[in-house]
């Protein structure tokens, strides 16, 4: 009943920017946190953005300074700017909403994922 759909990715020069949309569809409450994932070839995934039910921000620090998380009002988007990108930041990038739960722990709901490539 949630889906998260993202877009926004390509091949973008080193220095380049772009910025990634995941459009929420279905309902996800204010109290829900809206992340950005990363996963590059032979590496873990990695959480590079946080967008708090609060409203705070916080950021890897391998993009902090060059990324910025934000969501529209009514969460129905979150997005991520993305610039002065270096080849390492290549990868496939997730969205992510989650919720903290007493009965069931961490509720996650992952979109499809969105490639990357800094490349020149």
């Known amino acids: 009943q949630v889906r998260l759909v993202e877009s926004g990715g390509g091949l973008v020069q080193p220095g380049g920017s772009l910025r990634l949309s995941c459009a929420v569809f279905?309902?996800?409450?204010?109290?829900?946190?809206m992340d950005w994932y990363r996963q590059a070839p032979g590496k873990e995934r990695e959480l590079v953005a946080i967008?708090?039910?609060?409203?705070?921000?916080s950021y890897a620090d391998s993009v902090k300074g060059r990324f910025t998380i934000s969501t529209d009002n009514a969460k129905n988007a979150v997005y991520l700017q993305m610039n002065s990108l270096k080849p390492e930041d290549t990868a496939v990038y997730y969205c992510?909403?989650?919720?903290?739960?007493?009965?069931?722990?961490?509720?996650?709901?992952w979109g499809q994922g969105t490639q990357v490539t800094v490349s020149s």
């Open positions: 967008f708090t039910s609060g409203g705070s921000t």
């Open positions: 279905g309902s996800i409450f204010s109290s829900y946190n």
């Open positions: 992510n909403a989650n919720l903290y739960t007493y009965v069931r722990g961490r509720i996650d709901y």
